[in-house]
Nanobody, 127 residues
């Protein structure tokens, strides 16, 4: 039984900050796994925010959030985070954490399926 559970979402004013958390249980990720934060607004395609490799800590940040969002991990605790600063109304979405073996994030293949998904946490940024 594998679970990814997101938390930390909420309502924030434009320019504010939030930190999202993803807790993993029931599975020990190996060094070939990449953890990603994705987001989806109603009626829009799912898009990437940022990903991190468990093997070496290398991150990939998508252009829409570059310079504002930072992904991090606590591998021993199976905890993963997304620090979001300088939030904008266009950041409003449900945010998901996901995990799969290396290559899926930069290739943008999440719509083809990943090994594990969380249920998501809502982030709403007011004008």
């Amino acid at each position: 039984e594998v679970h990814l559970v997101e938390s930390g979402g909420g309502l924030v004013q434009s320019g504010g900050s939030l930190r999202l958390s993803c807790a993993a249980s029931g599975f020990s990720f190996d060094d070939d796994y990449v953890i990603g934060w994705l987001r989806q607004a109603p009626g829009k395609d799912r898009e990437g925010a940022s990903c991190i490799s468990l093997s070496d800590g290398v991150t990939y940040v998508f252009d829409s959030v570059k310079g504002r969002f930072t992904i991090s991990s606590d591998n021993g605790a199976n905890m993963f985070y997304l620090q979001m600063n300088s939030l904008k109304p266009e950041d409003t979405a449900v945010y998901y954490c996901a995990a799969d073996h290396w290559g899926w994030c930069e290739a943008r293949t999440w719509d083809k399926g990943v090994d594990y998904w969380g249920q998501g946490t809502q982030v709403t940024v007011s004008s």
